[in-house]
């Protein structure tokens, strides 16, 4: 059974950058879909983004389409969420997830209402804090 293990939460100023990483083990990273979500306090959850099972397609949210980036090293069995110029409403938990789809266009999308049903395993979540 696939675990995931997200770290490198903290607290950065307003337009700032932070490498959040999912580590994964108990299960071939490869066979998954990755997606990134996030939950503010008193907010539901929303998807940030996903990456396709090799790597070669990636979706974002709009809100951070431009600022994020997605990457995946399957040899190492980790995904990364780059986060470039952050903002203070960029704050909240946020949580990996694996699907055994292939792309997340449709199937997967975190992005969409119901896409978060699409993912069988989670990550505990990281911590990530915009404030000056």
């Known amino acids: 059974q696939l675990q995931l293990v997200e770290s490198g939460g903290g607290l950065v100023q307003p337009g700032g950058s932070l490498t959040l990483s999912c580590a994964a083990s108990?299960?071939?990273?490869?066979?998954?879909?990755i997606g990134w979500f996030r939950q503010a306090p008193g907010k539901e959850r929303e998807g940030v983004g996903c990456?396709?099972?090799?790597?070669?397609?990636?979706e974002y949210a709009d809100s951070v389409r431009g600022r994020f980036t997605i990457s995946r090293d399957n040899a190492k069995k980790a995904v990364y969420l780059q986060m470039n110029n952050l903002k203070p409403e960029d704050t909240a938990k946020y949580y990996c997830?694996?699907?055994?789809?292939?792309?997340?266009?449709?199937?997967?999308?975190?992005?969409?209402?119901?896409?978060?049903?699409?993912?069988?395993?989670w990550g505990q979540g990281t911590q990530v804090t915009i404030s000056s």
């Open positions: 108990g299960s071939t990273l490869e066979h998954y879909v």
């Open positions: 997830a694996a699907s055994r789809g292939f792309y997340c266009s449709e199937y997967a999308n975190p992005m969409t209402p119901d896409g978060h049903t699409d993912y069988e395993y």
């Open positions: 990456i396709s099972r090799i790597g070669s397609s990636t």
